[in-house]
């Protein structure tokens, strides 16, 4: 916790490549490599422990002098995350120029491995200088159904020229590569390409300065008992060169026994006791570094030591980090922790493992220190270290390392431990919230009984978080709002600023899913952004800025969005922002902008957030981002294109959550009735209900009730329309929310129309549109084109709210009534005067004519109206401008001049159909066919 990235390096003996010294070079398979790399950009070595795979590969990046990205697999690699996380420190490490980190696969990216990995690796073969390799060392450490394989195979895809990916393995190319040695992507060499020759044999054993002393027979019988097996020369030659064979006769007794023997007889009885108690001490840990080493055994030269093991080739390896970690050969440790349980007792053992896992905890080394405290059964260090390491893997979305530690405590301690629960509730928080709020409520017992204030507040905020996590009943929301209250009464000040952020954020999102619109919501709104804004994490920003413009929705005050979200594309623009972030963004840009009605920037927000969330596999908004571009769609009229998007969120339905479900079919009804398909909106709302009585939030609650007002009122089921508009208001009421009081007063408006009552009709009118002009609404579930134009004319019929009432009529280009064709004072596109003065007027300005140029398109307007302005034929108005001129000529003529006209008023006010010429009703008002 709090190390430096240079820290963290130095100690990851797995992401470092192993070095040598007095190793042979094998020309042999460095030209096979060689070969190989030219044919194939990916590489197999598959062999047996010992069989010089890993020295191999390491001599030759050496000897090629390749830039190297070195990954040493183990089985915490299974889980993905972790394997994320390292593979970063390994990014960070082959390229430490680049500062930007490598992402974590934190929850948003879980729905989207695929592309969070080709996103991934597109960058990690960005930032290494080619030519370069790739190495895997110990791939069959991961388990056979490991995601780890996915993951791998996926990274292949992106593969760039000039980079070579290499697997070490002691095991076959696992099930997951058949398609790669299918297609002939991948090169293998196996065991039999890796044996050494004969050569090679002697080759070594010149390096061991040993050649002469014994007969060329004395050669080939080491070289026939180990069949060429690396490790088995280098063993069986040790004895020779630490001259305790001194006859060749005698290579021929020697057995693979005799040599394991003499690790026994050789190396540690002829040991003093603090030499041998530091090989075996050390064995225990998987690597080592001086430092460790000096604590562990108490020995000051403990470096050197392993320095003159590596140098002196003790089957000790040396990692060139910037602190010298080093590795036991698998089968030297083999034999020296075989030795630990003959030369110490249990205890001795045990308090040396404890010991060892409590020096890898406090150096970071927190999965090597898990193993030793399980095996030591240690319990309490293992608490100690998932308390200590907790956050940490939490931020780097490890889930699943911490969940592991703790499911191997004992079930008695687990269950009255409440920092574990708690822990184990945060866990499971993205994965399962049902059992996420299990864990973190049997926590909040326990920390109540023990009166844990930090444990008490965070364990709340898990519990609150469960439910907008989840999207379903957020009923318990009303037992558990009040319990903070009672505990900011019993713990007036809160244990930290984080701890005060955190519960602050999670009271703020509980009171806007279950309180919108009350006093106590826009206290704590208030607070939660204060707080958000002094705090240096972004995440909290953006997250509390989302929540706050989905209050401002739900209480109807559209406006401040704009603002907000300006905000909050600055904050994105000076930072280093995730995905999730931006996606966020683009989430609120789209909302505002359906309201706002601005559809090409409300779709351009929608493609650029799907297109966000695809290339960086976070796909956590999807489907909120396709009901805000299906909403921008209905607000432009083209039902076509929110077609589209139903049919792409209609794939997305399986298994989804009650908030989507209810979106979705909410959405589906508003276009069938848009289309004039009332049987399918009452499908889809029937389907919507349950889905809205399992949530329990009372805006979507109003929403559906007013979606059912619409499709009764058009089924004139009045009795049923009007119990649902009173339930509707009802909750407008207790939301404080203008944009639902906004539609429950049209509704109100038209029901009273509808049934004769004018006067009261327009009460209700007077009050939506007083609402309408002071939060300037431009749009709003449900709008229907023909009901919101009924209503406009009944409102310039009277006076009500007039200019806003024009405003909405041009914003929304709707068009007259059926009930009102003619009112004067509707803002028609286009204007005629022709009682008095001939005057043409044009989004409420008049037109100014100079010259002759406008001549004959005005006599064709004037000849248009004076022969009734609707369905006029063709011939009559040429007969009319050009009576002297033949029937073609004439044709012609009116072409051209219906082409003028159209350009001088618009493409729209002129109508033809069949020969037939009428003024289009909708954008021409003409007052002597007013008046007729």
Request: charged share 25%; net charge positive.
């Amino acid at each position: 916790m709090g190390q430096s990235v240079k820290q963290l390096l130095s100690s990851f003996a797995k992401i470092t490549r192993p070095l040598y010294f007095k190793i042979l070079t094998r020309k042999r398979l460095f030209a096979v490599l060689d070969k190989s790399r030219s044919r194939h950009s990916v590489l197999y070595l598959s062999a047996s422990a010992g069989s010089g795979k890993t020295t191999l590969l390491s001599s030759y990046l050496h000897a090629r002098n390749l830039p190297c990205l070195w990954y040493s697999v183990d089985s915490g690699d299974d889980d993905i995350a972790t394997f994320f996380y390292y593979m970063g420190l390994a990014v960070k490490k082959a390229a430490p120029l680049k500062k930007k980190p490598m992402p974590c696969l934190t929850p948003e990216y879980r729905q989207g491995v695929s592309a969070f990995t080709r996103r991934y690796f597109e960058e990690v073969y960005g930032r290494l200088k080619r030519p370069a390799c790739l190495v895997f060392d110990d791939y069959h450490e991961a388990s056979v159904n490991s995601q780890l394989h996915e993951i791998i195979l996926g990274s292949l895809e992106m593969l760039p020229e000039g980079v070579s990916i290499v697997f070490l393995s002691r095991n076959t190319p696992p099930p997951a590569f058949a398609r790669l040695r299918a297609n002939n992507l991948m090169e293998i060499l196996d065991q039999e390409k890796l044996y050494l020759t004969p050569d090679e044999t002697l080759g070594i054993m010149r390096l061991y300065g040993i050649m002469g002393k014994y007969s060329e027979e004395a050669c080939d019988e080491i070289y026939r008992k180990t069949n060429g097996w690396a490790a088995g020369v280098h063993l069986m030659l040790e004895p020779i060169r630490k001259g305790k064979i001194d006859a060749a006769v005698s290579i021929k007794n020697i057995t693979m026994d005799t040599v394991f023997d003499y690790f026994d007889s050789e190396i540690l009885k002829k040991l003093d006791d603090g030499a041998k108690g530091f090989l075996l001490k050390t064995s225990i840990l998987p690597s080592i570094d001086s430092s460790t080493a000096e604590r562990l055994t108490g020995l000051n030269n403990a470096g050197q030591l392993l320095s003159d093991m590596s140098r002196g080739n003790c089957f000790t390896e040396k990692r060139n980090l910037l602190n010298p970690t080093y590795q036991y050969h698998p089968l030297f440790r083999e034999f020296l922790l075989s030795r630990i349980k003959d030369l110490l007792t249990q205890p001795e053992k045990k308090d040396l493992q404890i010991k060892a896992a409590q020096i890898l905890s406090e150096s970071e080394k927190h999965e090597d220190a898990f193993e030793l405290f399980k095996d030591a059964g240690d319990w309490d260090g293992l608490v100690n270290l998932v308390l200590k390491h907790a956050k940490f893997l939490s931020m780097q979305g490890r889930y699943k390392v911490i969940e592991e530690w703790i499911m191997n405590l004992p079930k008695d301690l687990l269950s009255s431990a409440p920092w574990l629960l708690y822990w184990l509730g945060v866990c499971r928080l993205p994965f399962n919230q049902e059992e996420s709020r299990s864990y973190s409520e049997q926590a909040f017992g326990l920390f109540k009984r023990q009166k844990d204030a930090a444990g008490l507040f965070l364990t709340w905020c898990s519990i609150v978080n469960t439910f907008p996590y989840e999207r379903e009943n957020l009923t318990p929301l009303e037992h558990w709002i009040p319990i903070l209250n009672e505990l900011m009464k019993q713990y007036p000040s809160f244990p930290s600023k984080e701890i005060e952020a955190r519960v602050t954020f999670s009271m703020f999102v509980s009171l806007v899913l279950w309180q919108t619109g009350r006093p106590e919501t826009y206290r704590w709104a208030e607070r939660a952004w204060a707080i958000a804004k002094e705090s240096s994490d972004i995440s909290l920003r953006v997250n509390t800025g989302f929540y706050t413009a989905v209050h401002n929705v739900w209480t109807g005050d559209f406006q401040k969005n704009g603002i907000l979200i300006e905000e909050l594309r600055k904050e994105i623009a000076s930072s280093n922002t995730s995905p999730l972030l931006i996606i966020t963004i683009k989430l609120l840009e789209a909302l505002h902008c359906w309201l706002t009605v601005q559809p090409e920037s409300c779709k351009k927000a929608v493609h650029e957030g799907l297109q966000t969330g695809e290339k960086n596999g976070v796909h956590v908004w999807d489907n909120m981002l396709l009901n805000y571009g299906i909403e921008g769609a209905m607000a432009a009229g083209d039902t076509a294109a929110a077609k589209t998007m139903l049919q792409q969120a209609a794939a997305s339905m399986k298994g989804a959550k009650s908030l989507d479900i209810i979106y979705f079919h909410e959405l589906s009804a508003w276009h069938a009735m848009i289309t004039s398909n009332l049987p399918l909106a009452l499908s889809h709302m029937e389907t919507a209900s349950s889905a809205v009585k399992r949530l329990s939030l009372s805006y979507h609650e109003a929403i559906w009730h007013l979606g059912m007002v619409e499709i009764m009122f058009m089924q004139s089921e009045l009795n049923l329309a009007g119990t649902y508009l009173e339930k509707a208001c009802k909750t407008a009421g207790q939301m404080n929310s203008d944009i639902l009081k906004f539609s429950c007063m049209l509704a109100e408006a038209r029901f009273s129309f509808y049934a004769g009552n004018e006067k009261a009709g327009i009460k209700s009118l007077k009050h939506a549109m007083v609402i309408g002009r002071k939060r300037g609404y431009l749009h709003f579930m449900w709008w229907q084109p023909a009901a919101m134009s009924e209503l406009c004319a009944k409102a310039l019929e009277h006076g009500v709210e007039t200019e806003y009432v024009k405003m909405l009529i041009r914003k929304r280009k709707l068009t007259p009534h059926q009930s009102a064709p003619h009112l004067e004072n509707w803002p028609y596109p286009v204007k005629i005067y022709t009682l008095g003065k001939f005057e043409i007027w044009i989004d409420g300005k008049p037109v100014e004519f100079s010259g002759k140029v406008q001549k004959k398109p005005l006599e064709m307007l004037k000849a248009i109206i004076a022969f009734g302005g609707e369905d006029v034929p063709v011939e009559k108005i040429a007969d009319k401008l050009w009576p002297d001129v033949d029937g073609d000529m004439a044709h012609n003529n009116f072409k051209m001049t219906l082409s003028r006209l159209r350009k001088l008023l618009c493409d729209r006010c002129i109508e033809m159909n069949g020969g037939m010429v009428s003024l289009n009703p909708r954008m021409v008002w003409v007052d002597a066919l007013a008046k007729k």
